[in-house]
């Protein structure tokens, strides 16, 4: 069925525009894709800022910008651009709304040129205060209550919370991967939590994706992992915002999985 790409309304978690602005910023002035761009605010943000941007979003009439095409799209389907096109794809709060993470990956790692930049933001379901109310309620805080499917704007709920193992598998599969991770700013239990449970979360997760994983190439590509997984940004942010890029391009990373060293909340 149709699914549709309407974010978020900025003023829900404020913030997270700025922190996205932030990784946006530093990045060469070149074309953009803005998907599910809403009413425009990133958009006309980024063509201010000298970027080429296009929007795409279900509903384009809600796109205030003039000066910017804003092509419609259904995620669902296969996007109405060309492969290689742009030099930057940006996300904001959209894959939590779409039914098929993989294909949502998989397309923007299609549209998005070689050497290029994928921005993804999403709220962060691998923070210890997310893990800790699946546990006790069986529900990702992302989305704590069952939704009413009868609604008719059932897609603006976060109908499919991203879990960081999926996020990294649908890019990999692609031969992209993560080279950074941010966030807008610190969950304030995750923080509490985080001197008391870090030392389990850590032996746990080095004990299976190290001890337990006997292919040695596989193995270090895990310990790749490793240090996202335990960064202070996914163990501890509202929101996660992950730079992805193909496997073969230049980076200041050399091609490693990192983190910031200046994560702070926005």
């Known amino acids: 069925g149709s699914e549709m790409c309407i974010r978020d309304s900025p003023l829900a978690m404020p913030g997270i525009h700025e922190a996205v602005k932030k990784v946006v910023e530093p990045l060469p002035r070149n074309s953009l894709l803005d998907v599910g761009a809403g ?3 990133f958009s006309q943000w980024a063509a201010d800022s000298g970027f080429w941007v296009t929007a795409m979003d279900a509903v384009p009439k ?4 003039r000066d910017i095409r804003c092509l419609p799209c259904d995620l669902g389907q296969r996007w109405p651009v060309e492969d290689n096109q742009f030099d ?40 210890l205060q997310s893990r800790l109310n699946y546990f006790l309620t069986g529900f990702d805080d992302c989305a704590p209550r069952p939704i009413d499917h009868e609604r008719p704007d059932m897609y603006m709920a976060h109908i499919h919370p991203l879990p960081f193992p ?5 890019l990999r599969a692609s031969e992209f991967q993560i080279q950074h991770v ?7 239990i995750s923080t509490l939590l985080l001197p008391l449970l870090y030392p389990w979360v850590w032996w ?28 202070p940004a996914l163990l501890t942010g509202r929101v996660a915002i992950y730079t992805c890029r193909h496997r073969s391009a230049e980076s200041d990373a050399g091609g490693t999985l990192s983190t910031p060293d200046d994560l702070r909340a926005a």
């Open 39 to 41: 009413e425009g605010a």
């Open 62 to 65: 809600f796109f205030r910008p």
């Open 88 to 127: 930057i794809v940006v996300s904001i709060e959209v894959i939590e709304h779409v039914e098929n993470h993989y294909h949502f990956l998989r397309e923007c790692c299609r549209v998005v040129k070689p050497n290029g930049y994928i921005v993804i933001n999403t709220p962060n379901c691998h923070s």
């Open 166 to 170: 999926t996020m990294e598998l649908g």
């Open 182 to 188: 941010t966030y807008n700013r610190r969950r304030r």
């Open 204 to 231: 746990r997760s080095y004990r299976q994706l190290i001890l337990r994983e006997h292919q040695p190439e596989l193995r270090q590509r895990n310990r790749q992992l490793l240090k996202l997984m335990l960064s």
